[in-house]
C-alpha cells in the first residue's frame, strides 16, 4: 500500500499493511533538528515518509500594532507565539447589536484554502490530502471570549444560536471547498474540553454545538470526503454522541486527560476510526528513548488489532518535544504496526 491506501484503509475501519503515521502540527524546531533540508512541513511528511500531508485553512493577518498583535480577516486579535497557533485575545462581537453590523470574511476567496492546491498537485493519490479548519464552536469563541460565550449560553441564547450559525455559514462553504479542491479528509479543529470535563454541560453541547457539528459532518460527506473530530481534553461525558453524527475518526484521545485508547477502542472501535495517543506532554518531550518505545508498542497493541487505527501524538509536535523522541515514536511504529496484529 502506498500512505493515501494505508490511511483511507484506516478511516474505512479496516487493516492496511501497517499503522499509519500522521501529525496535525509540527514545531519548525523538530523540523529543522530532524530534516535540516526540509524547507516547510510538507517537506518533512515527505522525506520522514509519513502518511498524510496537511494543509489549514487560511485567514489573513489585516492590521498590526505596535505592541506586536494583529488582527486577521474575523476581526479578532492575537498575540504571536512560539508554537504553531498563535493566542486570540480579543474579538469584535460582545453582543446583538456588534453581531447585527459585523461582516464576515468570505469563504470563497482563494486565498482561504492555503498550500491545498500545492498539496494536490505534489501528493494527490499518493499521500493522505487533510485539510483542517473549524465548525462554528471555536471562532465564536474567538469572536466573543471564552467566559463570555460559556456565560452567554445560558444568559443569551438567541444571540449565541445566531452568532454561531453565522460562523457555520462561512465554515460550511470552506470545507466544501476544500474537497472540490482535492483534499481528502476534512479535519474539524474546535476543541469541546479540558483534561477533567467538558467545557460545558451535555445539554449545552447538545443544544448548541452538536446540531451544527452534523450539519458540518454531513456537508463533508455529501461531497465524498472523510472527517476526522479534534479535541483536547476529557470528551467522555460527549463522546457517544460525537461518534453518532457519523465521524469518521477522533483525534487525540488525550491519555493526561482521562482518554485511554483502549477503552475507547472497546466501545467504539467498530464505529470509528481512533488517531493517536503517544502522550506528547511527558513521554515524547521528557522520557527516554525506550520509553517511547514501550509506550508506542502499547497503544498499538490496545488500538491496532482489527484496524482502524492511526498513530499521532496526543496533541501535536510542539516546540518542547525531544526530536530523538519523535523519530523513535515513527521508528517504533513501523516496528510494531505492520499487521496482522495480534
Same mark, same amino acid.
Given at each position: 500500500?502506498n ?9 474505512? $475501519? ?30 518533512? #511528511? ?23 498583535t494583529?488582527?486577521d ?5 492575537y ?5 504553531? $497557533? ?12 456588534d453581531? %447585527? !453590523? ?14 491545498l492546491?500545492?498539496?494536490v ?35 443569551q ?10 460562523? $457555520? ?8 471547498n ?43 460527506? #455529501?461531497?465524498?470526503? !472523510? ?34 485508547i483502549?477503552?475507547? !477502542? ?35 497493541? %490496545? ?19 525531544k ?7 515513527? #521508528?517504533?511504529?513501523? %516496528? ?7
Amino acid at each position: 500500500m502506498n500512505s493515501y491506501e494505508r490511511v483511507m484503509t484506516a478511516l474505512e $475501519l479496516g487493516e492496511p499493511d501497517r499503522v499509519p503515521i500522521v501529525e496535525t502540527a509540527i514545531s519548525m524546531n523538530v523540523i529543522k533538528a530532524l530534516c535540516p533540508e526540509a524547507k516547510n512541513r510538507n517537506d518533512f #511528511e515527505e522525506a520522514m515518509d509519513l502518511d498524510g500531508v496537511w494543509a489549514v485553512v487560511q485567514f489573513n493577518e489585516v492590521a498590526s500594532n505596535p505592541d506586536g498583535t494583529y488582527m486577521d480577516e474575523w476581526g479578532v486579535v492575537y498575540r504571536p507565539s512560539p508554537e504553531v $497557533l498563535d493566542h486570540p485575545i480579543r474579538g469584535p462581537i460582545e453582543n446583538l447589536d456588534d453581531l %447585527k !453590523k459585523y461582516v464576515p470574511p468570505d469563504p470563497d476567496v482563494p486565498h482561504r484554502l492555503g498550500s491545498l492546491a500545492h498539496l494536490v498537485a505534489r501528493f494527490k493519490r499518493r499521500k493522505a490530502i487533510f485539510f483542517v479548519q473549524r465548525t462554528s464552536f471555536m471562532w465564536s469563541v474567538f469572536l466573543n471570549g471564552f467566559d463570555n460565550l460559556l456565560m452567554n449560553f445560558l444568559l443569551q441564547p438567541e444571540f449565541v444560536h445566531k452568532l454561531m450559525d453565522m460562523v $457555520l455559514d462561512v465554515s460550511i462553504p470552506i470545507a466544501r471547498n476544500a474537497v472540490r479542491a482535492g483534499a481528502d479528509v476534512i479535519v474539524l479543529a474546535d476543541d469541546y474540553a479540558g483534561n477533567f470535563r467538558p467545557f460545558f454541560s451535555e445539554a449545552v453541547f447538545r443544544e448548541f454545538v452538536l446540531p451544527r457539528l452534523q450539519r458540518m459532518v454531513d456537508a463533508i460527506h #455529501e461531497e465524498g470526503g !472523510k472527517v476526522v473530530k479534534h479535541s483536547d481534553g476529557n470528551l467522555w461525558p460527549i463522546l457517544e454522541p460525537i461518534v453518532r453524527t457519523g465521524v469518521d475518526a477522533i483525534h487525540p484521545l488525550e491519555p493526561i486527560a482521562g482518554m485511554d485508547i483502549g477503552e475507547v !477502542k472497546q466501545k467504539y472501535g467498530k464505529e470509528v476510526c481512533l488517531i493517536g495517543n503517544i502522550d506528547c506532554s511527558h513521554i515524547l518531550s521528557e522520557a527516554s528513548e525506550e520509553e517511547v518505545e514501550a509506550a508506542v508498542r502499547d497503544c498499538i497493541r %490496545k488500538a491496532s488489532p482489527g484496524g482502524g487505527h492511526i498513530i499521532s501524538s496526543s496533541n501535536s509536535i510542539h516546540s518542547s518535544v525531544k526530536p530523538e523522541n519523535y523519530r523513535r515514536m515513527i #521508528e517504533a511504529t513501523r %516496528k510494531f504496526g505492520k499487521y496482522p496484529i495480534s
